[in-house]
């Protein structure tokens, strides 16, 4: 997919908070060292690797797509691709009012590590908090 598909996909998923990312966001970012690109016609996920660390950076799939598994899929797939660079463990920020999202992490094994106060910008000014969740590979 072309940067420009990516933040079509991205745009369409954030409508709240963090705000969506555009074309040339996601450009720089995966032009930038040991970021990797995961992604099925429907989503994609992005992610980075720092030693025996990742980190999620996002993940997105388009809305009418959701419960379908492809989010799951696409966690799989990068469980088993940051397992073959060698990483032990998977971090990740996530809206604390992103139940879905929350859940879904929860159901592959994240749990929460900590909470970031008033992390993402909502809209009319509102402030809200980012739980910051780990899993082992």
């Not at 660079?85 to 879905?100: A, D, H, Q, R, Y």
Request: cysteine-free; proline content about 7%.
């Amino acid at each position: 997919m072309t940067p420009d598909e990516l933040a079509e996909i991205h745009g369409a998923s954030f409508t709240f908070a963090p705000r969506p990312w555009s074309a040339d966001e996601i450009a720089s970012i995966l032009a930038s060292p040991n970021t990797k690109l995961i992604e099925l016609p429907q989503g994609f996920a992005i992610y980075r690797t720092a030693g025996p660390e990742a980190e999620l950076l996002t993940i997105a799939v388009y809305p009418d797509s959701r419960r379908q598994g492809i989010a799951s899929k696409l966690l799989h797939t990068l469980h088993k691709s940051a397992e073959k660079l060698g990483v032990e463990e998977v971090f990740l920020e996530v809206s604390e009012k992103n139940s879905g999202a929350r859940a879904l992490y929860e159901a592959h094994g994240y749990s929460s590590v900590a909470v970031r106060k008033d992390y993402y910008d909502g809209p009319n000014g509102q402030k809200i908090g980012a739980l910051v969740m780990s899993r082992p590979i």
